[in-house]
Structures are given as structure tokens and as C-alpha cells.
Nanobody
């Protein structure tokens, strides 16, 4: 399975921006990719998906603030996060899974990275 490494997290003030990166150990040319986040004690939640064809899909609470993109030449998927809020504080993970025609994303449990911590605080 593909190995994923997330980076780009850190401490940012409310209203600030961060760009997260997810670099894969092999080509992700046709892979469906997604970003998730998890707060301690809660389930990991899906944020955004980008299909192998470039179709994007967002959960409502990040739509308009977060943008998912990919650079297949660099085997990397990005998550641009703007207007960050304290409730965005979490560990952020990427995943290489499967995006169905009905809009459902199926994560691959073998491809989780170690995550990157994002803390939004003044």
C-alpha cells in the first residue's frame, strides 16, 4: 500500500491560513485522495476529497474556507486552509482510498499517515 506523510501543521491565530501537504511514497496519478481530521476522543471526520480525475468534494463546514488540490508530478495532495477557527484545532490526516460515483469516500485503513497537528489559538 502507499505510504503517506503529512506536513505543514502548526500554531496559527484565528483568521490565519495554513497549507498542509501530503506526500505519497509512490505515484498517486489515478488515486482518489482525502483529508480528514481528528480531535482527541472523537471520531476522525472527512473534510475534503479529490478524485483521480480532479473532481473535488467538501463537507459543508469547510466549504469556502478549505481547498483540496493535487500535484501528481510531486505525488502530493494539498489542503489550503483559510480563515481558521479555534474549532479547526485537530490532527489532520490524508488518505488514499476510493471515491464512488454516488459521492461516498471509502478510506483505505492501510494508508493513514502519522498526521500533522494544527492548533488555532490566539
Amino acid at each position: 500500500q502507499v505510504r503517506l506523510v503529512e506536513s505543514g501543521g502548526g500554531l496559527v491565530q484565528p483568521g490565519g491560513s495554513l497549507r498542509l501537504s501530503c506526500t505519497a511514497s509512490r505515484s498517486i496519478f489515478s488515486a482518489d485522495m482525502a483529508w480528514y481530521r481528528q480531535v482527541p476522543g472523537e471520531q476522525r471526520e472527512l473534510l475534503a476529497v479529490i478524485s483521480g480525475q480532479g473532481t473535488t468534494d467538501y463537507k459543508g463546514f469547510v466549504k469556502g474556507r478549505f481547498t483540496i488540490s493535487r500535484d501528481n508530478a510531486k505525488n502530493t495532495v494539498y489542503l489550503q486552509m483559510n480563515n481558521l477557527k479555534p474549532e479547526d484545532t485537530a490532527v489532520y490526516y490524508c488518505n488514499a482510498g476510493s471515491y464512488s460515483s454516488n459521492g461516498y469516500y471509502y478510506p483505505d485503513s492501510r494508508s493513514w499517515g502519522q498526521g500533522t497537528q494544527v492548533t488555532v489559538s490566539s
